[in-house]
């Protein structure tokens, strides 16, 4: 993250964002962070630990949790 020099003007898209872990903490930072990932549970729980939107993907296109 401090490579990338996120500022509150930012929108940060994380793909395959897991957890949610890096999401969380680029949501202190940036204005806006968006999140992708294909698995369920993992999306699920980054959604609700890391208070981002995230876009759940599947094979037939994102859908959104």
Same mark, same amino acid.
């Given at each position: 993250l401090q490579v990338a020099?996120? =500022?509150?003007d930012d929108v +940060?898209? =994380?793909v !395959?964002?897991?957890s949610g872990?890096?999401?969380a903490i680029a949501a202190r930072v940036a204005s806006?962070?968006?999140a992708v990932e294909s698995d369920e549970a993992l999306a699920a729980q980054a959604s609700a630990e890391a208070?981002?939107? +995230?876009a759940r993907t599947t094979r037939g !296109?994102?859908?959104r949790r």
């Open positions: 020099a996120i =500022d509150a +940060v898209l =994380d !395959g964002c897991g872990y890096l999401a806006a962070v968006v208070n981002v939107t +995230v !296109g994102p859908t």
